[in-house]
Every structure is written in structure tokens, then in C-alpha cells.
């Protein structure tokens, strides 16, 4: 199912979203105290002084700590609160990992926006209405239950299910026979693994497409051919940030990358992460992304960081869709340096599950020291296929490749089937 507007040229598409980015930037600075004052001080007094989309990388990139700051217990959604309290009828929270959640508050409008977004994204990787989706995300307080309303609106018969009760899955799989699943590539893995020592064959359900978002790892080549092996379906990702959107993104089945799904609801642009600096659209180009609410009303977010770094394809698609695509490849928060050099966990796994047969694919990273700047080598440990005994020329082989594919000098220890812990939702690839 292909919308209109996922076929729209790009070059329509900037024009439409200039416009709307323009009427975001005067909401902004009639609405928004906090970017008012922000751009103010950035040398911005008013909307007309800040331009349009061509010269959004002047405009200064919002941190998500500065937001979190300006909130009070009076003012729980910080001062860039635009919408009055009678407008909000929706409020998701994260899941406040420093001890206290940030608030997200929703309009009608901005509700609306965020379902149809994420029903294109989903809608990318070939569903139809009718047929049968399981899912298995316990959304509660999260953004991610928005993404859940798009099944409705694409038309599917929808099936949830939760996490944590792997039994109760698969015999909704059993019984229910659905075509679709969606997990987080972790869940998707570990559902392989539990259902092979159950003596249980996935690959003869009748699930023949399975949905992964939630973490990095859907779109790496090795981990995604070991889900679609493990399941006998085809595997596409989908990936929102909490703060901006839910599936903002989602691959179609020429798997190739997620197309821009909230395409007129959100600009995007890929900077370099050590500089702030706008990077060239084109394609293999690499950096962090940045988005730009363009028609939001509750609480819009102008060039947010979203800390996720991603590599971009220009290229055409055979699907007809014209937004440009990306793939993530691992989180700030995850990211060490090595002498200097950028090393994401998700991107070792790859290396790594390239080995299979003789390795499990499930990898951990053990800093020796704290924070970001490690001293080699990285310490990695590697969990051997069941039954498999290593050895040394094993472990020389993977560290060979990850230096020569990754140039980081690693320390592996090949570690027995079964010792490092599985995930029934987002695995943990550093533990420190």
C-alpha cells in the first residue's frame, strides 16, 4: 500500500515542507518560550529572521538536556510547552532512566500525524489489510503505543500479545495464525533460540514477515539473514525517536534502508557529530540525526539531537517511494573511542555473527574503564554456537577481523553456549 505522497519527487516534497517549516518557526516564536529565548540568543529575534529550510543548520541544534532542564513540578513539560491544557489529549512518557520521565503531551492534530506516519512506515514492508499482526511490545506509558493505532488504520486484524510470555506467543502464533510479527531484533533472536530447544520449527508458522524496532540491529546484513533463516520470513526494521515520533521510519521489502514514513510531518538532517556541522544529503554519507517537528502544536522540537548515527541512501527505490532512506547503526549512548576511533557494540555483533556456524551471534562488550574514551584492547566477549569449543585460532580470526573491518584492537574471549544473557525485548551489548 503506497500513499500518494510517499511517491511525491523529493525536490516537491522540501518545497511543501518549507512552507510548513515556516509556519512551524512563527508558532515557535509566538508559543514557545523556550525557543524564543533560544534563538533570540542565537541572534534570531523573529521567524522571518531565521529563514526557511534551506537555512535551518544556522539555527542552533536543541540538546534534550536543555528541555529537561526548564521542566518544574508546576511545569512538568518545560518551557517550549506550546499548547494550552484543554488542547492535549494524549500524554506518553519516557522511560526515565535517570530516575525521573520526561512527559511527552500530545493535540488531536499531533496524534493524528504521528498515526499516519507510523501506518506508512509499517505499511512499507508489505502488509495488507486483513491479514494477521501479532505484537509484542507492552507500549503502557510509551510513545510506542501511538505506533500500535496504525495497525488499525492500515487495516489488520491486530493480535497483542506483550512481552515476557514467550508461551503465550507462540501459541497465539499456533493458533491464531498470523502473518506478521513485530519484536525487537533481540526478542525476534531469542524467540529463535527458545523455540529450536522446544523442538518447535518458526520457519513453519504462518508468520512470513517479521517487524524489528525498538534497537539497532534489524538492518545488519549477518544478525538480519540469522532472523529470516530462524523465522523462514522476511525481516524489515522500523525505528521512531521517543521525543519526536513513533516509526518515523520503516523499510520496504527491497530492504534497502527505512524510507521517511513522517515525511511532512518531520524534516530530517544527518550533521556531523563532533562538530554540529549540516552534512551533504547524498548518498553513504554518515553522521548523527537531527529532526524538525514541521507541523506540531503540543510541544515541537526544533533541530533535536537525536544522539542515533546513521548512514543514508539517495539512491532510487524499487518501491516507488522517493524520500531518501537510512540505517541506523548504533546510539551515542552506546558508542565508545577507542584512540580515537568510533566503535558502536552493534556494529562487533556484525563483524562477529559473521562466523556463525561456530559462533551463537551474541556478543558483549566489557570496558575495562569508565566512560567513553577506552584504552585497547576493547575487551569482547564472544559466545560460542551450542556445543562449539573455540579455541585460540578462532579467537585470533574474529580479532583479526574486527581490527581489519572496524580498526579497533579487541581483546576476544570465546565464551560458552549459553553464558551471556538473552533479551526478551532490547539486549544489552555493554556491560560495564
Known sequence: MLADVERLPWGEQFALDDASYRDQLAYLFDRSTFYRQKLAAAGFASARAAGGLGEIAQLPLTEKGEIKATSTPDNPFGTHLCAARSEIVRIYSTSGTTG???YIPLTAGDLDNWVTGSMRSYGACGVAPGQRIVSTYNAGPFVAGAALAAFDRIGLCHIPVGTGNTERLLLAISRLRPETAVLTPSYAAYLIEWATERDISLRESTVRRVLVAGEPGGGEPSFRARLEHGWGAKVTEAMGIGDVGPSLWGECEHQHGMHLGARGFVHFEVIDPDTGSALELEDGATGELVLTHLKHRAA?????RTRDHVVLRTEPCGCGRTSPRLRCVGRTDDMLIVRGVNVFPSAIREVVSAFAPEVSGHVVVRPRAAGVK??????????????GTGGAALADLIRDRLRSTLVVQTAVDLVPWGSLQRSEYKSKLVER
Open 100 to 102: 525521573v520521565p520526561s
Open 300 to 304: 515541537p522540537l526544533l533541530r533535536f
Open 374 to 387: 577506552q584504552d585497547p584492547p576493547l575487551p569482547v566477549a564472544v559466545e560460542l554456537a551450542p556445543g
